[in-house]
């Protein structure tokens, strides 16, 4: 996993990432993060049961984390700066909906049970689906919408509001959507 400052867990220059405070810039950093979560299990050996469990739960950390930021904050923003893309906002929270449950489950689930890897399989489909659909359908709206300064003025909130996200993927809004 990328080091991250500890103020506001960003990657800071001194850890290897450029600075940004974009929103968008952000939030797709967050995907890059836990894409790399998932290729790394994808390419653990059937044996490689500790190395998995440490996987999910830096998986199921990141994604409870990044969930939060874009429920609390980019969502509702996003949704009033750019009403007609309100229908992406709510499929995106269903899709949300759908992650947390599965995260919860895997956080109880040991990486012996026969399920444990089908279920991380499509956890790792869900997922990506629902970033390939904000990046390459939602978010260039939102940018052209919003513009550089007010996605800037946004990523800083996104930035500040992350020390108080919750570690607990059923605590989120979309968990009761
Ligand atoms: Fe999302
Ligand atoms: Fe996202």
Redesign the pocket.
Known sequence: MPRRCARCLCRGPENGGAVSTDAIVLLKDDHKTVEQLFKKFEQAGDGALVTKRKLVDAMIEELTV??FI?ETIFYPTAREAVPETEDHVLE?VE??HVVVWMLSELAELPPEAENFDAKVTVLIENVRH??EE?EQEWFPEVRAAMGRKRLQELGERLIAAKPEAPRDPLSLRSARA
């Open positions: 990044h969930a874009e995106s899709e949300h629902h970033v904000e």
